[in-house]
C-alpha cells in the first residue's frame, strides 16, 4: 500500500492552492506550516512573503484564505494578528486519515524504495576483556538506529568494530602456550560453557598474565617478540590468537542476549579485519600528499587542531616505528566500506570523547576523496552514564560497573513490579518471569533512549521501572491496558466512523496518531532515536486522558461511538507497539 499522506501534507497542499490561486507570483512560497496551541495548525508564512511583496500582510491572508477552493478537510481557518492562519480541520478529515492508516500494515508510514545505503558502526566491545556499563549506550542507540532506518527504507549493513587486535594479544597468547590448559573447559555435564563461565576464564587468564608482565622481565621480552609474530601472521599465534575471540564471543553474545538484542556473527569484524588493508592506506595517503613524514611518523595535520602548547597535533596514520595507530584501521574500514559495502551514509556510534579523533579522521577520508558529496560519514556522538550523584557511574568500590550485574539487578526489579500486578491481571509464574526480563530491558534501553545521545544522563533503577512518569514501563502498561480493553469488548469491534464529532481528548489522540510517519522520518533523518521515545510517550499520555474523559466499555455509549473508540484504541496500540519494538523494546500483551 502506498504511504498515507498526514494531516499537515494535506494542509499544506489547500493552502498552496490558495496561495497559487490569489498570489499566482508566489505560487511556490512555503506557507511555514507548524502545529499549535491555538488551533490545530498554524501558517506563518504569508509574513514573509508581504515583506518580498512590499504588501499588508493580513489583507493578503484574508485574500489568500478567501481564494483557497471548498473542501472537506479545512473546517476553519481564522486570519490572526500581522498575518498568521490558524487552521481547524474537521473530525471527519482525522478520522478518514486514521483510518487510511489503519488499513495498512505499515500505519501508512513511508517507505523509500530508492533510498541509500548505510554501514552503522555500533556495539564494540573488547575481546578478552569484560563488557562494563560504559557498552551499553553505543549497542542500545545503534541497535535502535538499525531498525528505524530500515524501517524508513534504508539499506543498512552493521558492523561491530570489536577491539580484537594490539599489544595485549602478545601478553596473553605468550601466557597461554606456556600454560597451555588455561582454556580447556567444559561447563558441568559436558555442555557448552556459558557466556559467565568465559568471561571468568578470561579475567583469571589476563590477571595471570598480567602479574608475569609486570614481575618477570623475560616473560615480558617473550611477550613482545609475540605481537610481532601476531602482526607477522605466525600460524601458531594466529590460532591461539582465534581461540581468545572465540572465547569472547560466547560472552559478547550472552550479553547482547541479555540486551535482547540480535547481533550476528557476520557483522562483527573487528580491528584485524583491515590489517590487509594498512600499508596499502598508508601510501595511498602519502603518495597523494594528504599525510607526510614527520619525525619518521605518517601525519595529517590540520589547521584547527593544535595542543596545549599552541603546536599543531596532528592524526598519526602511521608510528615511527613502522606501528599502525587506530586512525590506520578507521581510515581502513571507511575506505571497505565505501568500496565494496556501497555505503552513502557512515554511522559511527561512538563516545562523544573520541570527537577528535573521528573528526580528523573524516577530513582526512574527505581530502583523500573516499567522502564527498555522495558519501558522507558521521558520529552520533553520546555522552555519559552517570550515577544518581551525577558523577560517571562507579560501584561503591570505585569499580566500573559490570554491565551483566547492571541488567540482572534490572530485570530483578522489573519483574517485582510485575509480580506485584500479577495476581489482578491472572499471570502465571512464567509470564511473570518472561514480563520481568522485558519490562526491566526495556527500562534501561528507554532510559538511555529518551535522552538526547549527546547528553549524559543518570542511571536511576527506581525511576526506571517506575509506573508512574517518563518511562517504558507507563508505555507498557498502556500498552497492555488497551489489549485488555478487547477482552471486554463483546460484540463490539473497532471501526472508523468519519461521520461522528470528536470530543476534544478524542481530537488530540487522533491529531497526534497521524503525526507517526513524520517522527519516524525526522528520527531517522536526524539519527535522534530520542524523539520517538518522546513522542510514545505524549501518545500514552494522551490515550490516558482520552480513556478517563471517553468511556469505551463502562458505562456503554451508543454502538457507532463504541466502535469509533475501539478503533481510536486499536490504532494507538499499533502504534505503540511499532513505535517500541523500533527502539528494540517489547510490548507484552498482559501486565
Known amino acids: ?84 492562519l490558524n487552521i481547524t480541520v474537521s473530525d471527519a478529515a482525522i478520522v478518514r486519515t486514521l483510518a487510511a492508516r489503519a488499513a495498512d500494515a505499515r500505519l501508512g508510514v513511508p517507505f523509500n524504495e530508492s533510498a541509500g545505503t548505510t554501514v552503522i558502526d555500533y556495539a564494540q566491545p573488547n575481546v578478552a576483556k569484560e563488557m562494563h556499563v560504559g557498552h551499553l549506550r553505543s549497542a542500545v542507540i545503534g541497535a535502535a538506529m538499525v531498525e528505524i532506518l530500515e524501517f524508513t527504507g534504508e539499506t543498512v549493513v552493521r558492523r561491530h568494530h570489536i577491539g580484537d587486535w594490539g599489544t595485549q594479544f602478545g601478553m596473553l597468547i605468550q601466557y597461554l602456550i606456556e600454560h597451555p590448559h588455561e582454556l580447556d573447559h ?104 594528504v599525510a607526510v613524514r614527520s619525525e619518521g611518523a605518517l601525519c595529517v595535520f590540520f589547521d584547527d587542531v593544535k595542543g596545549p602548547d599552541g603546536n599543531p597535533t596532528p592524526l598519526i596514520v602511521q608510528k615511527s616505528d613502522g606501528g599502525f595507530g587506530y586512525a590506520a584501521t578507521d581510515l581502513s574500514a571507511i575506505r571497505d566500506r565505501v568500496r565494496n559495502l556501497k555505503a552513502t551514509t557512515l554511522l559511527y556510534v561512538v563516545d562523544a570523547r573520541q570527537s577528535l579523533h573521528f573528526k580528523m ?61 500479577a495476581e489482578k491481571v491472572g499471570l502465571s509464574e512464567s509470564e511473570i518471569v518472561e514480563n520481568g526480563r522485558y519490562v526491566g530491558i526495556g527500562a534501561v534501553k528507554y532510559a538511555d533512549l529518551s535522552t538526547s545521545a549527546a547528553r549524559d544522563y543518570k542511571f536511576d533503577l527506581d525511576q526506571m521501572v517506575s509506573l508512574n512518569g517518563d518511562t517504558s514501563v507507563y508505555l507498557q502498561y498502556a500498552y497492555a491496558r488497551i489489549r485488555s480493553i478487547f477482552g471486554k469488548a463483546g460484540d463490539r469491534t473497532p471501526l472508523a466512523h468519519p461521520e461522528l464529532e470528536l470530543a476534544p481528548a478524542e481530537r488530540a489522540l487522533g491529531l497526534h496518531l497521524d503525526q507517526f510517519g513524520e517522527v519516524i522520518a525526522e528520527a531517522a533523518a536526524e539519527h535522534a532515536p530520542h524523539k520517538l521515545a518522546a513522542y510514545l510517550y505524549q501518545l500514552a499520555s494522551l490515550y490516558t486522558s482520552f480513556y478517563d474523559q471517553c468511556p469505551v466499555i463502562k458505562p456503554a455509549p451508543a454502538q457507532d461511538v463504541a466502535e469509533n473508540r475501539l478503533f481510536l484504541c486499536d490504532l494507538t496500540a499499533r502504534t505503540l507497539h511499532q513505535g517500541m519494538a523500533l527502539l528494540g523494546i517489547r510490548t507484552p500483551e498482559r501486565l
Do not use: H
Open 1 to 84: 500500500m502506498a504511504s498515507v499522506p498526514s494531516l499537515a501534507s494535506t494542509v499544506q497542499q489547500r493552502l498552496a492552492d490558495g496561495l497559487s490561486a490569489a498570489l499566482p507570483d508566489a505560487a511556490s512560497a512555503d506557507p511555514l506550516l507548524r502545529r499549535s496551541d491555538r488551533a490545530d495548525f498554524q501558517a506563518n508564512g504569508i509574513l514573509a512573503l508581504a515583506k518580498q511583496l512590499k504588501g499588508n500582510p493580513r489583507e493578503l491572508a484574508t485574500k489568500v484564505v478567501a481564494a483557497i477552493p471548498e473542501n472537506d478537510v479545512l473546517r476553519e481557518i481564522e486570519v490572526s494578528g500581522p498575518g498568521f
Open 186 to 289: 567444559k561447563a558441568e555435564g559436558g555442555s557448552e560453557v556459558s557466556g559467565e563461565e568465559a568471561m571468568s576464564n578470561l579475567n583469571r587468564l589476563y590477571k595471570a598474565s598480567r602479574a608475569l608482565f609486570d614481575t618477570d622481565e623475560a616473560f615480558k621480552t617473550r611477550a613482545r617478540a609475540r605481537v610481532v609474530d601476531l602482526q607477522a601472521g605466525d600460524e601458531e599465534t594466529l590460532a591461539l590468537w582465534q581461540r581468545f575471540v572465540d572465547e569472547s564471543k560466547i560472552y559478547f553474545y550472552s550479553v547482547f542476549d541479555k540486551l535482547d538484542m540480535d547481533i550476528r556473527d557476520a557483522d562483527v569484524i573487528g580491528e584485524s579485519g583491515y590489517n590487509d588493508m594498512l600499508a596499502e592506506t598508508c601510501r595511498i595517503l602519502e603518495e597523494s600528499g
Open 361 to 421: 579522521v573524516f577530513e582526512t577520508a574527505r581530502r583523500a576523496g573516499w567522502l564527498n558529496e555522495d558519501v558522507k560519514a558521521v558520529q552520533l556522538a553520546f555522552g555519559t552514564v552517570l550515577g544518581k550523584d551525577g558523577k560517571p557511574f562507579k560501584t561503591r568500590e570505585g569499580e566500573t560497573v559490570r554491565l551483566v550485574d547492571l541488567l540482572d539487578e534490572a530485570v530483578d526489579r522489573a519483574t517485582s513490579v510485575v509480580r506485584e500486578k
